[in-house]
């Protein structure tokens, strides 16, 4: 077995424990972006996915029976927040970050928003979370909305999500700050129904690490957006990092560890070590997100993003929905931003291969790669890896190939044995040696190049930068194409991308040269 300290990202047990290929059956696509907007909440329920957004003053919905037919949904408004009276917000010109939530026990449905507090509040905070009540019913879409006030009035809160604990238990989540004037936190507090309070709140996570403190002169340092959720009996709460009008906008994780602790003990909680998903090209201020499950057990990442950077936190922001996966210790792994344009299997899944080697035999092959050139075998280390162990200048090549794999991102944990001047490299769009897309790593740089028959290997990207180290492990080398766009990312950190229309669908392949000898391990092809 073989732990690996992720930077970035929560560290995570090894082996997997079985190698899975898995030829999914075509599935329908969609493309992201799906549309404009910003704050987004899904959730599904009964056969239909809603998606939730501010309209101005009012709370908007759109419902389809798939993910993809959200991109076209009608648009229906289903509460306008009343203001200016005793008791209710001052004004409503602009509703912040609505969200919807079902409670069983009460067979209706909550919202949550940001409003200013009541012309009569002299605390000085700008926001408070409000809460409406819906009447008895399923369908959020055609039922009435009645306002039930202020969740909370002690200080500046927005963002507002409730969550049912494992258990049942339920807890209201937001940004707040305890402090006038100070950083935005995430806090927690028990609830009695959806609309009441039942614990004063306590503050969970507080911008204390360098990735969080990205931030523009004369705004806090900021934790907010806070989305509560569980699976397998552990309990996750993905939070934004940074100011919004940043590029750096991400998102980290809290875990509850262990499972079965308090949520409301803020040293139960465990952040991420860094952003576990950050900006990449085309994708900037990838944040505000929440997390949904479908029908079918697949997961799946909403946030919004901008295409470019500098775009800061206004009308250029664009909802766009992807692929959430799980890695063996149970932490939900959200992968890398995908580009502006790009195209998103609706498949519950869309994980194409996992493979850590551990059903096979040490000193033997590797079950559903085929070896072209050099010395491929299982080792162990630790674990079992796939082991390249031959010293010579060749080029040594294994791969697992499919024709159909079209849209993906190819992930890998590489260890470099002997390295000098050579080479290891990850190729996607394999179609044989001499046709693909390769990563070519080295001591000094990453380079993208294209291979092909006619013309040889042609670099078409490079970035300096010194990652492998003999002897020791790089986790999550990951290399996305997507449509012309290819990208490389090492845990989830973008390096270099390019683009190119050569080649549409194919496998992956391994390989090293000019002397350079490796172990493999955790190979992964998802699709986004």
Same mark, same amino acid.
């Given at each position: ?7 970035? =990202? ?70 306008? /927040? ?5 008791? $209710? ?13 079902? @409670? ?6 909550? @919202? ?10 002299? %605390? ?18 055609? !039922? ?11 200080? =500046? ?15 209201? @989540? ?22 009441? @309070? ?14 969080? =403190? ?16 569980? #699976? ?23 875990? !509850?560890? /262990? ?15 860094? /952003? ?29 993003? #901008?295409?470019? *950077? ?5 009308? %250029? ?11 063996? #210790? ?14 998103? %299997? ?18 033997? +092959? ?36 499919? +024709? ?37 790593? %080295? ?13 040889? $290997? ?9 990652? !492998? ?6 986790? #999550? ?6 449509? &012309? ?25 391994? &390989?090293?040269?000019? +002397? *350079? ?12």
């Amino acid at each position: 077995m073989k732990i690996v300290s992720l930077p970035g =990202r929560l560290a995570r047990v090894l082996p997997l424990a079985a190698c899975l290929f898995a030829l999914n059956a075509s599935a329908a696509t969609f493309t992201d972006p799906i549309k404009n907007g910003q704050d987004p909440q899904i959730l599904a329920k009964d056969g239909w996915f809603y998606l939730i957004q501010a309209s101005g003053a009012s709370i908007a919905l759109y419902k389809s029976q798939t993910v993809s037919g959200l991109a076209t949904a009608a648009k229906t408004t289903i509460f306008t /927040p009343p203001t200016g009276g005793p008791g $209710q917000p001052a004004s409503g010109s602009g509703v912040w970050a609505p969200e919807l939530h079902w @409670l069983d026990a009460e067979n209706r449905w909550y @919202l949550y928003y940001s409003l200013p507090p009541p012309a009569s509040d002299t %605390s000085g905070a700008d926001r408070w979370v409000w809460g409406a009540r819906s009447a008895v019913g399923a369908a959020p879409d055609a !039922l009435t909305y009645a306002a039930t006030g202020a969740m909370f009035t002690g200080y =500046r809160n927005i963002d507002g999500n409730m969550f049912k604990g494992v258990g049942g238990r339920l807890f209201f @989540l937001f940004a707040g700050k305890p402090t006038p004037g100070g950083d935005a936190k995430i806090c927690i507090a028990t609830m009695s129904d959806g609309a009441t @309070l039942s614990s004063a709140p306590v503050v969970i996570s507080a911008p204390t690490n360098a990735w969080e =403190r990205f931030t523009q002169t004369g705004f806090p340092h900021v934790n907010e957006g806070p989305y509560g959720f569980t #699976n397998n009996g552990n309990t996750y709460i993905t939070f934004s990092a940074n100011y919004c009008g940043t590029d750096q906008y991400c998102l980290g994780l809290l875990t !509850l560890t /262990p499972f079965n602790a308090d949520p409301m003990t803020p040293s139960s909680w465990v952040k991420s070590s860094g /952003p576990v998903f950050s900006q990449g090209p085309g994708a900037f201020g990838t944040g505000h997100n929440a997390v949904f499950a479908d029908a079918d057990g697949g997961w799946w990442n909403v946030y919004h993003a #901008n295409p470019s *950077a500098g775009q800061g936190c206004g009308g %250029s922001r664009k909802i766009r929905i992807q692929h959430i996966y799980w890695n063996p #210790n149970g932490a939900p792994d959200f992968g890398v931003p995908v580009p502006d344009p790009a195209t998103v %299997s609706e498949a519950a899944t869309g994980q194409k291969l996992l493979d850590d080697f551990e059903s096979d035999a040490v000193g033997g +092959g590797a079950s559903g790669w085929t070896v072209d050139t050099g010395t491929w075998a299982v080792a162990s280390d630790g674990g079992h890896v796939y082991k390249q162990s031959a010293s010579g200048g060749g080029v040594a090549h294994t791969h697992a190939a499919d +024709g159909t794999w079209a849209d993906y991102s190819a992930q890998v944990d590489i260890k470099p044995l002997t390295l000098g001047s050579g080479t290891i490299s990850l190729s996607v769009r394999f179609q044989d040696t001499s046709n693909r897309y390769i990563a070519v790593l %080295s001591s000094s740089a990453i380079t993208i190049k294209k291979a092909t028959t006619a013309g040889g $290997q042609v670099q078409l990207a490079t970035a300096a930068v010194s990652l !492998l180290s003999t002897g020791a492990w790089t986790s #999550n080398v990951t290399f996305v194409v997507n449509g &012309s766009t290819l990208q490389v990312f090492v845990d989830g950190v973008f390096v270099v991308g390019a683009t190119d229309t050569t080649f549409s669908s194919g496998g992956v392949g391994l &390989s090293t040269s000019g +002397g *350079a000898t490796a172990e493999f391990d955790n190979v992964t092809v998802r699709e986004p």
